[in-house]
């Protein structure tokens, strides 16, 4: 999938530098809203060529993350709610637990 989808992306942004070039060395010199058209429409395909690259597949799963896999990213406890507590109250100026 990813070779086709690739494949698509430079076809895509090969007609946009073909229309670009088209444009303005040949179609100018005998129609400048028509060249200026053309690079228009060149100027919409790479958003376009974007996306088709980076199109999910149905048998991507590269970014498939297994189930609850974000819940391993938690600290393991609640001591740095204390300690960012402390450091913006001795930022402040206020109480707070004092070590220097």
């Known amino acids: 999938m990813y070779a086709r989808r690739r494949r ?13 070039v088209l ?9 400048v809203p028509a060249a200026v058209g053309m690079c228009v429409v060149a100027m919409v395909i ?8 980076n199109r999910r597949g149905p048998d991507d799963t590269w970014w498939d993350e297994p189930d609850d896999s974000w819940l391993q990213d938690e600290p393991p406890d609640d001591t740095w709610r204390e300690k960012e507590r402390d450091a913006t109250e ?8 004092s070590r220097q």
């Open 90 to 97: 001795r930022l402040k100026g206020g109480g707070g637990d």
């Open 46 to 53: 790479p958003p376009f060529a974007a996306i088709v690259a």
């Open 8 to 20: 698509w992306y430079f076809i895509m942004m090969g007609g946009c530098i073909t229309l670009f």
């Open 23 to 31: 444009a303005w060395a040949v179609v100018r010199l005998w129609s």
